[in-house]
């Protein structure tokens, strides 16, 4: 017996040492996907993701056997070169957007034309190079392999289809084991994709990647996957719902008014209980608030196209698409929005934007989403003030306040939106904003019993810093646009809708500059507690919007008043529709103010109420109201429910299924 193991640790360090190149790249990539799970997901000490990155890279490995030693190199330097990539885009995706990657994504990656300052500000990092190391180690042992004449050494001893052979079964034994440790919910997540953190943290980088690739072709040729299924989960659902809605305290509020959508690109909700030195952050924001219906407790919802995900989602009340974007990847769909049920009450539909007209292929999809018409810079504005990426917002609101008195004077009614800009990452408002983020004090010197001015740098340069900055001049900007649609009497037959698109995007290093100095005074987190309290909950949790419905009509009435139910992007659809007048039949989100618990569904499969917020890859809650019993049951229900939403809207998405339900017509979409 001892003899036996003798040999075949003989064996095995011969091969290593036959075989150092390959091996090299093996272990390398193995600590490149390690790192990967301890840069995103914290999946320090788990064997899953470690047996699938190793079953991944011995099937590549083998291959290699089928060329020449000394051009084995090569190979291994280009499989490690993409490996690599998808190790740093990964890492860096997460860490903004915490997701990770698609491969349906590089078809919205025209959309980073304009914005190279703010990838490399706000995005990169000096960490993110340390998958480079592989690409340099691999180069060196070539190196010196080379010096050595190894590569004419094993010539004699490589024998490449007996090997490639081997390392089959070694791989297909390594997968076997792998297999037993899976669970029926790790495949389920794999098949569907859309809970992508999990697929990480369960089956590695590699295999997460592939999958996506795999699952991103799938999705080209659709055809040929998935439509019975997602129709037959469509029709059930929905012949299960109730189309009539029923009616509420809000019903008809404002039918016949006109709507102006304040599209608020990255306005963060926490941004609005701020004050520096006794000044408010956002004084016109309160003001609505506090005139308004204010949802202080809303979500928006996003995934990878950020804006135009938002846009789609409070239009239609279906959730971002999974796989790439629906304004990029599908967006020639019959989605049923709220600009098709106004236009039908002869509203006139537009949007303004002060950007490229082709920017996330606005012209081509509002077509398909019901606006009439598409007001943006290049055609319909002058750049008389540009400000970080584009127009300012300034100037902005005040040129499309000229065109929305043209189209209040030839229309009865309109429904329409004002995309800002100017608060885009990376945030850089330079002296358009005279807005102190320091805190200043006055002390009283010992020694002379002057009082003196002093200035507590604290914010002021850091990144945060310049959001808070960027966020008070696009307040300002919002102020100067309510006061101009008054001073030319649009707002008397108006209401406003403003939210928030998205988070700032911040990192939560940032966050634990302004919660955790000593100069912060309205507190959101417990003081004593500053010791790693920005993490992965307080995190997302922190990460809500505002949403404002203000109209002149409601002020001092009952209906202005605060919200705290929770609530998501996916809600604004039913919601303002009720309000208006018109009734959707294929929303998924609630109209608000029909729901006794109202539950927030991220693309993710995470989800928020009342009462707690579920991670559903790490499979952990933070409970959100201290007296409420959380049972098993009552997580089990609402993750349910969570994927169910998920894969019904990216059915209606994928398949158009809308249009099928609609026509009858229960055969499979083509040309998509």
Avoid at 139 to 151: A, C, D, E, G, R
Avoid at 415 to 425: R, S
Avoid at 495 to 521: M, N, R, T
Wanted: glycine share 6%; charged share 20%; proline share 2%.
């Amino acid at each position: 017996m001892v003899e036996f193991f003798k040999n075949c640790f003989k064996k095995i360090v011969k091969y290593f040492k036959t075989n150092i190149l390959m091996t090299t790249f093996i272990i390398t990539s193995l600590i490149n996907g390690y790192i990967v799970r301890a840069f995103t997901v914290n999946n320090f000490f788990h064997l899953k993701p470690i047996l699938a990155d190793l079953v991944f890279l011995l099937i590549v490995t083998s291959f290699g056997y089928f060329i020449k030693p000394k051009n084995q190199f090569k190979y291994f330097l280009t499989v490690s070169i993409v490996l690599v990539s998808i190790c740093l885009i990964n890492t860096v995706y997460y860490s903004n957007y915490l997701s990770f990657a698609s491969v349906s994504f590089l078809k919205t990656a025209t959309e980073l034309k304009g914005y190279t300052d703010a990838v490399f500000e706000n995005i990169l990092e000096l960490k993110d190079f340390i998958y480079l190391l592989q690409i340099l180690i691999l180069t060196f042992v070539h190196i010196q392999l080379k010096k050595n004449k190894y590569y004419d050494k094993v010539k004699e001893i490589e024998n490449g289809k007996v090997r490639f052979l081997n390392m089959i079964v070694v791989a297909l034994i390594t997968l076997g084991f792998f297999i037993s440790m899976l669970s029926s919910k790790d495949l389920s997540r794999l098949n569907n994709q859309w809970n992508r953190s999990s697929i990480v943290m369960e089956f590695g980088i590699y295999i997460y990647q592939g999958n996506d690739l795999f699952s991103s072709i799938k999705t080209t040729v659709n055809e040929m996957f998935g439509y019975d299924e997602a129709y037959k989960t469509f029709r059930e659902y929905y012949e299960n719902v109730d189309s009539t809605h029923e009616k509420n305290d809000y019903t008809d509020l404002f039918k016949g008014k006109n709507v102006i959508v304040i599209h608020g690109e990255s306005i963060q909700g926490f941004t609005m209980n701020l004050k520096f030195n006794n000044e408010e952050l956002t004084p016109n924001l309160n003001k609505m608030a506090s005139e308004g219906i204010y949802f202080s407790n809303f979500y928006s919802e996003e995934s990878v196209g950020n804006s135009s995900d938002s846009e789609f989602t409070s239009l239609s009340s279906l959730l971002p698409s999974s796989s790439g974007t629906v304004f990029m990847n599908y967006f020639n769909r019959d989605y049923e929005t709220i600009l098709k049920l106004l236009k039908e009450k002869n509203y006139y539909t537009f949007s303004m934007h002060a950007n490229r007209g082709d920017a996330w292929n606005r012209q081509v999809t509002y077509r398909y989403l019901g606006y009439d018409d598409f007001y943006y810079y290049t055609k319909d504005y002058e750049m008389d003030e540009k400000i970080g990426l584009g127009l300012s917002d300034k100037s902005f609101f005040r040129q499309s306040i000229e065109k929305i008195k043209d189209i209040s004077a030839s229309h009865n009614n309109f429904y329409g939106t004002l995309i800002m800009l100017t608060n885009h990452t990376p945030f850089n408002i330079g002296d358009n904003s005279s807005y102190s983020v320091d805190y200043i004090t006055n002390e009283v010197n010992s020694e002379t019993g002057e009082t003196i001015e002093v200035v507590n740098e604290w914010l002021e340069g850091t990144k945060m810093g310049n959001y808070l900055k960027s966020v008070h001049y696009a307040d300002e900007a919002i102020g100067e646009l309510m006061q101009g649609l008054d001073e030319a009497g649009i707002l008397d037959n108006t209401i406003i809708v403003l939210y928030g698109d998205h988070d700032s995007k911040l990192k939560p290093s940032e966050f634990k500059k302004l919660y955790e100095s000593e100069y912060y005074q309205d507190v959101l987190i417990d003081p004593e507690d500053t010791v790693g309290v920005i993490d992965d909950f307080t995190y997302e949790i922190n990460r809500e919007v505002p949403l404002i419905i203000w109209s002149k009509d409601i002020i001092g009435t009952k209906y202005n008043k605060e919200i705290t139910e929770v609530m998501g992007m996916i809600d604004v659809m039913p919601t303002l529709s009720n309000m208006l007048g018109v009734s959707p039949k294929y929303n998924l989100g609630n109209d608000i103010f029909n729901v006794d618990e109202n539950v927030v569904v991220f693309p993710s499969g995470n989800f928020i109420t009342n009462k707690l917020y579920y991670n559903s890859s790490k499979e952990l809650f933070r409970q959100l109201d201290l007296d409420a019993s959380i049972e098993k049951d009552y997580i089990d229900y609402y993750s349910k429910y969570a994927e169910n939403l998920i894969n019904i809207s990216n059915g209606i998405i994928t398949y158009d299924l809308i249009k099928a339900f609609e026509t009858g017509e229960e055969t499979q979409i083509k040309g998509t």
